[in-house]
């Protein structure tokens, strides 16, 4: 079983940066693909970004050049450095698996980009 917590959310002014944390359950971090998904309100989930156990990284062309994803496989952690935010960037932001598994969907962390 994995259990994923994600924190780092807040309220940011447009053109600021957060960056979020997810903390990994579970002794096969370093076995597991990794992602980053959001849900704007009214929007389905979309995946944002993602990391193979090999630190392969994607993105999606909006948050490309802003946001970056990395792990520690000491520390069971995954991070996403988000840089020159958008008010389009709100949205509630969760990391899982990659690709994603439905059972594993923590609570989420906010990110509000708003002047």
């Known amino acids: 079983q994995v259990q994923l917590e994600e924190s780092g959310g807040g309220l940011v002014q447009p053109g600021g940066s957060l960056r979020l944390s997810c903390a990994v359950s579970g002794s096969r971090f370093t076995a597991y693909d990794m992602g980053w998904y959001r849900q704007a309100p009214g929007q389905q989930r979309e995946l944002v970004a993602s990391?193979?156990?090999?630190?392969?990284?994607n993105y999606r062309d909006s948050v490309k050049g802003r946001f970056t994803i990395s792990r520690d496989n000491v520390k069971n952690t995954v991070a996403l450095q988000m840089n020159g935010l958008k008010p389009e960037d709100t949205a509630v932001y969760y990391c899982n698996l990659y690709p994603a598994h439905e059972e594993f969907w923590g609570q989420g962390t906010r990110v509000t980009v708003s002047s």
């Open positions: 990391i193979t156990k090999g630190r392969l990284v």
